[in-house]
């Protein structure tokens, strides 16, 4: 029996945690309150900041509390063209402009949004990176659900009822900018994680890796993989339906309303 491999040491933990000490908190939309379901409220983008870890800058948003005496800071993730001073609005009723929120409803076919909920009252989960938006592509005739077209070009019917932030996240073309030296690497996983430099299974020795060993550098047997194999045996192609390069597309059977959209 070999060592513990890689895989094995990450899932305890230890040395492998996220580093998340420094980050700045979860960035999120308000809470859906009456306020937003029925109107709008006002907020002021009080500072846009960075968060360690992430590639989209933050947007500290302030508003009033509309049941006590205070102000309530949330964090939203900055979109392309927001400004510290700026009054950003949240509602069914609020303005169409970049920096609000609504919900997909109150948005017109072609819309450009981001930071989209999946259920309404979640908060936003999709389309949150840096440079990445999704486009309303139709609403259904009820008014009731909406198709989205997300960044990997892959179509979502979510329902009218959630909202989005309007405009592109900012900070993008991060990624078009080359890494040049290892030092940079270093640093940019330094900010998430303990999971650079990867070391290839075939480059180590058999006790660390069951892809180890070996005159050259090969596996030696399928790459892939059984869903129940024991823990040290579990790399490679996990449970891998299929092999090879993508070829041609997938047609989903009883998605029609997605595929009008398509036309």
Known sequence: MGRRIRVQRKGHGNVFRAHTHHRKGAARLRSLDYAERNGYIKGVVK????????????????????????????????????????????????????GNVLPLKSCPEGTVVSNVETHPGDRGKLARASGKFATIVQQSEDGRKTV????????????????????????????????????????????????????????????????????HQHIGHPSTVSRNACPGQKVGLIAARRTGKLRGTRVVAGANFIEDANK
Request: charged fraction near 25%.
């Open 47 to 98: 500072e846009i900041i960075h968060d360690p870890g992430r590639g989209a800058p933050l947007a500290r948003v302030q508003f009033k509390n509309v049941y006590r005496y205070k102000r309530d800071n949330e964090l939203f993730i900055a979109s392309e063209g927001t400004y510290s001073g700026q009054f950003v609005y949240c509602g069914a009723k609020a303005a169409l402009a970049v």
């Open 148 to 215: 989205l077209r997300l960044p990997s070009g892959k179509k979502k019917l979510v329902l009218s009822a959630c909202r989005a932030q309007i405009g592109v996240i900012a900070g993008g073309g991060r990624i078009e900018k080359p890494m040049l030296k290892a030092g940079r690497a270093h640093y940019k996983a330094k900010a998430k994680r303990n999971n650079w430099p990867v070391v290839r299974g075939v480059a180590m020795n058999p006790v660390d890796h069951p892809h180890g060993g070996g005159n």
